[in-house]
């Protein structure tokens, strides 16, 4: 395994035999490219006779457009982006499909220390208020500056097209907040959200592990709110790759996603989690302190630096529960958000194509499941009581009311 940062020319994929063996797969630095990274460290791709290149990048931007450009062969990706790229959403869209869920969890959302003492003074929030009570306090904070005519507070997540957009979308809502109107969301490469949180360039910030925890333990933020407060089975993070390179390698597109079940059901076995935190913390791959990787994947929280803890059960689930199995009802929540927020309209045409994204068939086929474990559930509860049924998602979507059309696209 060959671990590249930052390539400036991007070498070409190698070919052995009919199929491709070796691939080039981008990631970003985060806990949630465990288990593709496990897949390359640990041999579980060798097993399976495939080589992975990891390529470590620096935004989703960029995985976006090297993956279109055949730069990569597969990459982690933001589990809204092959359903944006499918609807030719946002910009240089290239088709894109996602065969294999990487896991689910690890987002949270952190507001600096300053802002949120400001939420406490104005509306008597406890130090373990809950995520919903933290929007609504951080509602009255708005609305006061707006009566001073103060600027909007600007609020940073990693991409349009993200689940970091949706559920801080989904908490501010639910709190009151028209996040299109009375905040500024700005896109911010999540290993920059603490550096820019604590510059004052950004009052908080929604990403994924672990740099909601460097914020709290450098006592810039205050962790608000986690990805299991907004909608525990939103999906999170997914290997992507390009439908025509599947159909050329369709072999070794099936010993990958055995490699990388493998993977993931090692990632999960809590025994294994002090040896992936040190594997993780390498500065090739996350490059953050093993000691906080290690309470990310327990889900043991410092909240900030006062020594406010919190236990989060499942905050990161990498196989367990049906994890990797690319729901096609998770991909039309992703929809549902779409258009919620003005980045796409509704119709029956594009809810087939948004669908299409996820490629359940392609899992099932490499797994030899003869059942269909991605249609699972998905009737537990959001942040502000609703529950999703993708069998009603016309009825569904007009339930939020007229779709907004100040969403960042």
Not at 151 to 164: E, I, N, V
Not at 233 to 244: A, T, Y
Request: aromatic share 8%.
């Amino acid at each position: 395994m060959t671990t590249i940062d930052h390539p400036d020319i991007a070498a070409p994929a190698v070919v052995s035999g009919p199929e491709q063996t070796h691939l080039r797969a981008g990631f970003i630095p985060l806990v949630d490219a465990a288990v593709l990274i496990a897949a390359a460290e640990l041999g579980f791709a060798a097993r399976e006779g495939l080589t992975l290149d990891l390529v470590r990048d620096v935004s989703w931007a960029n995985i976006r457009d090297r993956l279109a450009f055949k730069q990569f062969d597969v990459a982690h990706m933001l589990s809204p982006m092959p359903i944006a790229a499918m609807l030719e959403l946002g910009s240089n869209p290239s088709p894109t499909i996602a065969p294999f869920a990487l896991g689910r969890g690890g987002n949270a959302i952190t507001l600096s220390v300053r802002l949120f003492e400001a939420m406490q003074a104005r509306a008597g929030l406890a130090d373990d208020a809950s995520a919903l009570d933290c929007a609504k306090a951080l509602a009255t904070i708005i609305a006061g500056r707006k009566q001073s005519g103060m600027p909007p507070l600007t609020l940073g997540m990693t991409y349009p097209y993200s689940s970091h957009n949706y559920e801080l979308r989904y908490w501010l809502a639910a709190g009151g907040i028209d996040p299109d109107r009375d905040v500024r969301l700005a896109v911010v490469p999540p290993p920059m959200t603490s550096d820019a949180l604590s510059a004052g360039a950004i009052d908080g910030f929604c990403v994924g592990a672990p740099w909601n925890m460097i914020a709290s333990e450098k006592g810039v933020g205050r962790i608000v709110a986690t990805k299991q407060d907004i909608w525990a089975s939103s999906p999170e993070k997914v290997l992507g790759m390009r439908p025509d390179w599947a159909d050329r390698n369709r072999d070794s597109v099936s010993r990958l996603i055995v490699a990388l079940a493998a993977a993931a059901r090692w990632c999960d076995d809590p025994a294994n989690h002090d040896a992936l935190a040190d594997i993780l913390a390498q500065a090739a791959y996350v490059g953050a302190p093993a000691e906080i990787i290690r309470h990310v994947l327990a889900g043991q929280f410092a909240l900030d630096a006062k020594g406010n803890r919190r236990a989060v059960p499942n905050y990161f689930v990498f196989h367990g529960a049906e994890a990797n199995c690319p729901s096609s009802a998770q991909a039309l929540w992703v929809y549902s958000q779409m258009v919620r927020w003005g980045q796409a309209a509704y119709s029956p045409q594009g809810t087939a194509t948004a669908a299409s994204a996820f490629r359940s068939d392609l899992y099932t086929a490499a797994l030899g499941l003869s059942e269909r474990p991605c249609e699972e559930d998905v009737a537990d509860p959001f942040i502000d009581g609703r529950v999703f049924d993708p069998g009603a998602l016309e009825a569904y979507i007009r339930g939020f009311g007229a779709p907004n059309q100040g969403a960042s696209a």
